[in-house]
T-cell receptor, first 114, second 118 residues
Framework: AQSVTQLGSHVSVSEGALVLLRCNYS??????LFWYVQYPNQGLQLLLK??????LVKGINGFEAEFKKSETSFHLTKPSAHMSDAAEYFC????????????FGKGTRLSVIA | GAVVSQHPSWVICKSGTSVKIECRSL??????MFWYRQFPKQSLMLMAT?????????EQGVEKDKFLINHASLTLSTLTVTSAHPEDSSFYIC??????????????FGNGTRLTVT
């Protein structure tokens, strides 16, 4: 079964610093991969997704992620953190076969320090 | 863009009562809806898959008699927490698949329902 592992339950960065949130996937076939953001007591907002096209995916709010098959990774980055980026981030995977649901990682809480 | 409306956004109920949560796709038809549960500071765990016109498929460990799911139309799925207990307190989120019942079809999330059982 497919799964994702997010390294680091909490990441803290200074405002203006690079944001790097790590996600590794496990899947028997190349999966579709997603990053979502969740603000307190709210639903999920899609940041970006990889669906076997370009390996470097650009999303909203200045985020991007690169699919690296050799490393089974899909890390999320942003060159310069803003205070408004503080939130919970979830990496998710979907098996590209059938009517399957998203499977989420455990999440990484991003704190941005002024 | 596609909108999924989840109602109520929060609810407080007494132990032993039942609570119904609605998930509506406002501008598209959703043949499949997924229900997730999220405990504080934890990830989203899939509870069940709901297909319009058929019985829901529950994940292992989820009590189908406690969490009743109905997907009677292409735009509405409901989750009823029966005889709620404090341990059922959680954040429940629905996700609706637009278009074909395929991994290729986009998924849209509701804003979640915060359930507190006293």
């Amino acid at each position: 079964a497919q799964s994702v592992t997010q390294l680091g339950s909490h990441v803290s960065v200074s405002e203006g610093a690079l944001v790097l949130l790590r996600c590794n996937y496990s899947s028997s076939v190349p999966p579709y991969l997603f990053w979502y953001v969740q603000y307190p007591n709210q639903g999920l907002q899609l940041l970006l997704k990889y669906t076997s096209a370009a390996t470097l995916v650009k999303g909203i709010n200045g985020f991007e992620a690169e699919f690296k098959k050799s490393e089974t990774s899909f890390h999320l980055t942003k060159p310069s953190a803003h205070m408004s980026d503080a939130a919970e981030y979830f990496c998710a995977v979907i098996l590209n076969s059938g009517n399957t649901p998203l499977v989420f990682g455990k999440g990484t809480r991003l704190s941005v320090i002024a | 863009g596609a909108v999924v409306s989840q109602h109520p956004s929060w609810v407080i109920c007494k132990s032993g009562t039942s609570v119904k949560i609605e998930c509506r796709s406002l501008d598209f038809q959703a043949t499949t809806m997924f229900w997730y549960r999220q405990f504080p500071k934890q990830s989203l765990m899939l509870m069940a898959t709901s297909n319009e016109g058929s019985k829901a498929t529950y994940e292992q460990g989820v009590e189908k008699d406690k969490f009743l799911i109905n997907h009677a139309s292409l735009t509405l799925s409901t989750l009823t927490v029966t005889s709620a207990h404090p341990e059922d307190s959680s954040f429940y989120i629905c996700s609706a698949r637009a278009g074909l019942s395929s991994y290729n079809s986009p998924l849209h999330f509701g804003n979640g329902t915060r359930l507190t059982v006293t």
